[in-house]
C-alpha cells in the first residue's frame, strides 16, 4: 500500500486522472486516507454511485446537507465487499487494502443513511444494482432495509430503475402493498423487475402507473400474467416513449403486448426480446426510432406492408438477418439509420448486400466470435461445431472491407483487428500503439474497434 504514502502532488495527478465519480467512491470505501481526502473537495455529488457502507460518504453527507442537495442521480449497489462498482474505467482488485489497516468494510448506519436522503431533496433519478452473489457472506442482505429508507426519505423521484431482479429478502420486503415503493407517484421512467405473487403486486404495480400519467419509460416485469397484460391498454400513458419487455414465451400475452403497442402510437424505442420462432401479429408504430428484437418474423411483418423509405429507424440492436429479410430493409429510410446491432447472420454475401440497403451506417456490430448466439442463449456444442467454419468466415470480415462498406463508420465490432491488436495486447503496448495511430491516420472518422478507442 505504498500509494497512501504518495506526495500531496503525485495524488492529485491519481486523482485528476480518476475523473470517473464511481471510481473516486471505490477508492473512498479502500481507505480512510482517501476519503478524508476526497469526500470534501474533490467529489462531484451531482451523480453518486455507493453502497449502504459506503460509512464515510453517508456521515459527510449528514455533517453536509447542502452536499446532498447537490445529488441529482442516485445509484446503489449491494455488495460490502465491491470496491469497484461495475461502471467507470478504474479497476481495482477485489479486497484492496485488505492486507493494511487503512482498509474499513463500513457499517450499515440506517440513521445516517435516511438524514442522508432526507436532504437529497433534488434527487430525481434512481437506479438499483443487485450484485448480491453466492459467494457474499457478509453482504448481511440489509439492501430491504435500505430500499425503505430510499422510498420512504426520496418523494421527488422522477425515474427509478434496477440492473436486475430483486433477491428473496427484496421480494418479501415488496410483496406488502403497503411498502413505500407502491406509493410513488409523478413517475417518468419505472424500469423495476420484481418477483412475487401477482394477485398481491398487481393492484400496486397498475396504481403506480395511473398516478403516473407523464410516465416515458416503462418495462414490464416478470410477474405480470395473461390478465394483468391485457389490462395495462386500460391505463392511459399518453406520452410513452421507451417500452421494454424481456422474454414472453406465451402467445396469448404476445397478443396482449401487440395490443398494448398498437394503444400507444408514441413509442418511439422498443425493446422485446421474443423467441424467433414464435408468430407475432403485426403492429403499427408510426413513431419508432430504436428496435431492439431477435424476432425475424416480428420485424418482417413491421416492414412489410410499409411503403419504401416510410419507416424512420434510426437503430436496430439484435437483428436476425438473413436473405430473406434482406429485401424489406429497402422499407426503412436510409438517411436515418444510423446504428445496428447484428444478433445473427445466416452467411458472408447478405453481409456484404447490406451495404446497400444502409449506405450511412455510422456504428455495425457484427455477431460475436467463438460463442454463436441465438437470442441470447448459447447454442449446443453440436450445433456449435457445425456452424463453426460459418463462424470462422464471419469473423475474417476485416476492418478494411468493413470501411469499404460502410465508409462513414465511427464505430465497428466483431472484425478482424489489424495485426498488432488481437485480444491478448495491452493498450501500452507498444506495438499496439503503433497501429492505433496508423489507424488513425487511416481513418480520420472512425472512433472505435472493437474494444480499441481510437479517439
Request: proline share 7%; charged share 25%.
Amino acid at each position: 500500500m505504498g500509494f497512501l504514502t504518495l506526495l500531496p502532488e503525485l495524488l492529485e495527478l491519481i486523482l485528476d486522472y480518476i475523473d470517473v465519480r464511481s471510481d473516486l467512491l471505490s477508492l473512498t470505501l479502500t481507505c480512510r486516507f482517501f476519503a478524508a481526502y476526497v469526500l470534501p473537495d474533490r467529489l462531484d455529488y451531482h451523480t453518486l454511485v455507493v453502497t449502504p457502507y459506503h460509512e464515510a460518504l453517508w456521515e459527510n453527507l449528514c455533517a453536509h446537507p447542502q452536499l446532498a442537495r447537490l445529488v441529482h442521480n442516485l445509484t446503489l449497489y449491494d455488495d460490502p465487499l465491491q470496491v469497484k462498482p461495475h461502471t467507470g474505467k478504474l479497476r481495482l482488485p477485489r479486497g484492496l487494502g485488505s492486507l493494511g489497516h487503512e482498509y474499513t468494510l463500513g457499517r450499515f448506519d440506517a440513521e445516517h443513511i435516511a438524514r442522508s436522503l432526507a436532504s437529497m431533496a433534488n434527487a430525481r433519478r434512481l437506479h438499483l444494482m443487485y450484485i448480491r452473489k453466492s459467494n457474499v457472506e457478509t453482504a448481511l442482505h440489509v439492501l430491504p432495509d435500505t430500499l425503505r429508507l430510499v422510498f420512504e426519505n426520496l418523494p421527488s423521484l422522477e425515474r427509478v430503475s434496477t440492473m436486475t431482479s430483486l433477491g428473496d429478502e427484496d421480494v418479501k420486503a415488496l410483496a406488502n402493498a403497503d411498502h413505500p415503493l407502491w406509493a410513488l407517484s409523478g413517475l417518468k421512467s419505472f424500469e423495476i423487475d420484481v418477483k412475487g405473487d401477482h394477485d398481491t403486486l398487481w393492484p400496486a404495480y397498475q396504481a403506480v402507473l395511473r398516478r403516473s400519467p407523464e410516465l416515458e419509460n416503462l418495462r414490464l416485469p416478470d410477474f405480470l400474467t395473461e390478465v394483468e397484460v391485457a389490462q395495462l391498454s386500460d391505463i392511459p400513458l399518453p406520452h410513452l416513449k421507451r417500452f421494454n419487455r424481456g422474454y414472453v414465451w406465451s402467445i396469448s400475452i404476445t397478443s396482449h403486448i401487440v395490443t398494448f403497442l398498437n394503444a400507444h402510437p408514441t413509442i418511439e424505442m422498443l425493446r422485446w426480446a421474443t423467441v424467433p420462432s414464435m408468430p407475432i401479429p403485426c403492429s403499427s408504430l408510426p413513431a419508432l426510432r430504436q428496435l431492439s428484437s431477435p424476432n425475424s418474423s416480428f420485424l418482417a411483418m413491421l416492414l412489410s406492408r410499409e411503403k419504401q423509405g416510410s419507416v424512420h429507424l434510426a437503430s436496430m440492436k439484435d437483428v436476425p438477418l438473413n436473405d430473406e429479410l434482406l429485401p424489406l430493409l429497402d422499407a426503412i429510410n436510409q438517411d436515418t439509420m444510423r446504428s445496428l446491432h447484428l444478433g445473427s447472420l445466416d452467411n458472408f454475401h447478405t453481409l456484404r448486400e447490406l451495404a446497400h440497403y444502409f449506405p450511412n451506417l455510422e456504428e455495425l456490430t457484427l455477431p460475436r466470435r467463438g460463442a454463436w448466439r441465438e437470442n441470447g442463449q448459447v447454442v449446443t456444442r453440436l450445433t456449435r461445431a457445425v456452424l463453426r467454419p460459418w463462424v470462422r468466415d464471419i469473423h475474417l470480415f476485416t476492418l478494411q472491407e468493413a470501411m469499404q462498406l460502410f465508409p462513414k463508420l465511427e464505430v465497428v465490432k466483431g472484425v478482424r483487428c489489424p495485426s498488432g491488436l488481437e485480444p491478448d495486447w495491452e493498450v501500452d503496448d507498444g506495438r499496439a500503439k503503433d497501429v492505433l495511430e496508423e489507424l488513425r491516420e487511416t481513418y480520420p472518422s472512425l472512433r472505435r474497434v472493437n474494444k480499441w478507442r481510437l479517439r
